[in-house]
């Protein structure tokens, strides 16, 4: 990208300045907080648990207003531990005011850290699949286009 630009910064300030601005590039999905803010009205305790680093992903959740519209959440670049492993969901529970009880759910677009990471969890699952992961196995208890639907299926799961 350097030589094809012709920029004349170093990769490390390149990479630094796309880094800072990562979290300023991003918005949430029409409708997800108030989605979430409905799920909670109606008694769920709503978390996030989340692979990246420190900086990228909570610069996101805060830009983002993720960060409010959750009881708690779980970074993996804070905790040092990554989906799919069961402690950074577990992590997300403890600090939502709950546990992995085997009663919750997890929402999420990969069907390895967020389906199969879910599951080791002891969560149901819901893939939101964009076509991204196509012939790819997963178990999902279900299968949705979008967070619009992943909301619908968790109101019924009530």
Not at 67 to 80: K, L, N, Q, R
Not at 101 to 114: F, H, L, T
Not at 119 to 127: D, E, H, N, Y
Request: proline share 3%; with cysteine; charged share 20%.
């Amino acid at each position: 990208m350097r030589e094809h630009f012709g920029l004349a910064e170093p990769v490390q300030e390149l990479w630094a300045g796309y880094r800072r601005r990562m979290p300023h590039l991003v918005q949430c999905y029409p409708g997800v907080l108030a989605g979430l803010a409905d799920l909670r009205a109606a008694g769920w305790r709503v978390g996030i648990v989340t692979n990246g680093t420190a900086d990228n992903q909570l610069g996101k959740l805060r830009r983002t207003g993720l960060a409010d519209a959750v009881d708690g959440y779980a970074v993996s670049g804070v905790e040092g531990i990554r989906k799919p492993e069961a402690g950074l969901f577990e992590i997300a529970a403890q600090r939502c005011g709950t546990s992995l009880d085997g009663s919750g759910w997890m929402v999420g677009d990969n069907p390895v850290a967020d389906i199969q990471g879910g599951q080791a969890a002891g969560l149901r699952t819901i893939w939101i699949d964009r076509g991204t992961w196509s012939g790819h196995e997963h178990r999902a208890h279900h299968v949705v286009a979008d967070v619009a639907e992943a909301f619908d299926v968790l109101h019924d799961a009530r």
